[in-house]
């Protein structure tokens, strides 16, 4: 009897060092498990700035899940055929059968992929997805409804991206089309307003003003509601403006906004004393 607890023991050892030989994923042959007692923390940190880097490697938000997604399924496979093997071993009746077991057959294989693989399956679970169809069929018809400014505003994450899918370069654009520009935190969006076809060289803001305006936020743009100026905006005649809590009137409609305030344009606008 002391020989066949023996036998089970050393065999309960080399379950263990198979479960922990196995404990892996690899993305072009980089080892990116995510562990339980790290799946909250990694979750938070991707969540607050939208990317992680594990072992040298960068994932986005969604690479992260579904890599998170992966270990979970994989180890809950493995701790289920570890649990077989133990009780393969405690239900032996004698050393020539804990010998006979085979630690391996059952085991799940190691996972191996690529960045590409995992970005490929994630587009596929998007396209499978009605939520994500229906958003993909909004963004590509956005710019066919005519939108006042203010319901812009609030689908402005709808609107292309300037140089993108459906705002790529190369593409002829009429007035009314609306764009963004999005750098690092900041995302701005644009109106055209003359016909052209997106360029590289030609980034909406103040050196393409003849192309491009912002669309701000509907005003009434009475002395009681003036509209809030920034950079770059058109003027309509006879509206009031507000900057930096100074009250102005506009004198002069113009086509195109300026790189300026309202305080370097008298010939456009005046001061409400």
């Known amino acids: 009897m002391e020989n066949l607890e023996k036998a089970k023991y050393e065999k309960r ?8 030989e196995r404990l892996h994923l690899y993305v072009d042959d980089k ?10 923390r990694l979750a938070s940190e991707v969540e607050s700035i939208g990317k992680i880097q594990i072992n040298e490697t960068v994932f986005t938000s969604d690479e992260f899940c579904l890599l998170s997604s992966k270990t979970q399924a994989y180890e809950r496979v493995l701790i289920n055929a570890i649990v077989s093997k133990y009780k393969e071993v405690e239900a032996a009746e004698s050393e020539a059968e804990v010998s006979n077991i085979n630690i391996e057959n059952g085991l799940p294989d190691i996972i191996h992929t690529t960045i590409n693989n ?13 939520e994500i169809q229906a958003i993909t069929f909004a963004k590509s018809q956005i710019n066919e409804v005519a939108l006042p400014a203010n319901k812009a505003l609030e689908m402005q ?4 991206i300037w140089g993108e899918k ?14 963004r520009v999005v750098e690092g935190e900041s995302d701005t969006l644009f109106e055209v307003i003359q016909k052209h076809k997106l360029q590289a060289e030609w980034k909406p803001g103040a050196s393409t003003a003849s192309l491009y305006k912002i669309v701000d936020a509907e005003h009434a743009g009475t002395l009681d509601d003036p509209i809030p100026y920034v950079q770059m905006m ?32 008298p010939t456009i606008v005046q001061e409400v004393k």
Not at 13 to 20: D, G, P, S
Not at 239 to 252: D, R
């Open 166 to 179: 459906n705002a790529e370069f190369g593409k002829e654009v009429k007035p009314g089309f609306r764009l």
């Open 157 to 160: 994450v709808l609107f292309p």
């Open 31 to 40: 080892d990116v498990f995510i562990y339980n007692q790290d799946r909250m």
């Open 234 to 265: 058109a003027f309509e005649k006879d509206k009031y403006y507000e900057q930096y809590g100074v009250v102005y009137l506009c004198i002069l409609t113009t086509v195109t906004g300026y790189p300026n305030d309202l305080k370097d344009l």
């Open 118 to 130: 995992i970005r490929e399956e994630i587009e596929a679970n998007k396209k499978s997805s009605p």
């Open 13 to 20: 050892e080399e379950i263990n060092a198979a479960k922990k």
